[in-house]
């Protein structure tokens, strides 16, 4: 069991850097699709733009190298619920949105494919929390 | 293990900063960090149309809502049919025409990609967008 939740580490932190680094390699773009969810002042969403990647790029890696674990799952878990939270938010506000996460790839998804992968990756991560913690609680202090 | 989880998450954010801020040095003379289009880029209805015939407008909304209406004499040009339609488009420009790109709105995306690609892919200089879109196309000719 233990070899499969590492398994899920590696495609779950695999999926966050690839994420990482399209959108580290364009941050123009990426700002312009954070600008899209007009949640926030352009001068904010540029600023994200540069540094959000790089986050999601470090997270993914903590979780592929189980260093620093239990932070990159904490911060991706919580920003895939806010993700999810502003998509969910921008389609009821009627707009158009491009989320961008996987640079061209994901531009043509229509709003069920985001959510079914936004989902599916949340649902990995919070699976990731509770084998982490019956791991950490079967070893003998 | 909460504080544990908050001090590694608290490392990784800081961690993250380091490149972020060596990549928006980088780019800091390439990125417009006032405004997603730089004001340089922009025109109003008023300013666009005292250019009279210079003027040549594009209609970077889908097909369907550039059927239904539009500012006379545009072309249509979105990012769905691109090719066939900038293959259309391109024959009507001549040097001293200025293109003003439109979308339906000021919260659209698909005029200031038009207009980049435009700018880009058919090395267009004077390339405008449209400030406030289709909407405040409709609302200065009410």
């Given at each position: 069991m233990k070899a499969f939740w590492r398994i899920v580490d590696l495609i779950v932190g695999g999926i966050f850097v690839y994420a990482g680094v399209i959108k580290a390699l364009d941050p123009v773009r990426f700002g312009l699709d954070i600008d899209n969810?007009?949640?926030?002042?352009w001068f904010v969403s540029v600023r994200f733009a540069f540094y959000l990647p790089w986050l999601e790029i470090f997270c993914g890696l903590a979780l592929i190298f189980r260093c620093l674990y239990r932070g990159g799952l904490s911060i991706l878990t919580a920003s895939i619920a806010l993700f999810i939270g502003a998509t969910v938010a921008a389609r009821l506000r009627g707009l158009d949105i491009t989320c961008g996460c996987f640079g061209?790839?994901?531009?043509?998804?229509s709003f069920p494919q985001h959510m079914a992968v936004d989902l599916s990756i949340f649902i990995a991560l919070v699976a990731l929390w509770f084998a982490n913690s019956r791991q950490r609680a079967a070893v003998p202090q | 293990m909460k504080s544990r989880a908050v001090r590694e998450g608290l490392i990784l954010i800081a961690l993250a900063f380091l490149p972020a801020i060596g990549e928006g040095i980088y780019f800091r003379d390439k990125v417009s960090w006032q405004s997603p289009i730089p004001t340089s880029e922009l025109v109003t209805v008023d300013q666009a149309r005292s250019w009279g015939n210079s003027a040549i407008w594009v209609d970077a909304r889908p097909d369907g809502e550039f059927s239904r209406n539009h500012v006379p004499g545009a072309f249509s040009l979105n990012e769905d049919h691109w090719n066939e339609l900038l293959a259309q488009f391109l024959p009507n420009l001549s040097p001293d025409k200025i293109v003003v790109v439109y979308c339906s709105a000021e919260s659209c995306n698909a005029a200031r990609e038009v207009a980049k690609r435009l700018r880009d892919e058919a090395q267009l200089k004077d390339v405008f967008v449209l400030q406030g879109g289709w909407e405040e196309w409709v609302r200065k000719n009410r």
């Open positions: 969810y007009k949640t926030l002042p061209h790839a994901s531009e043509h998804w | -």
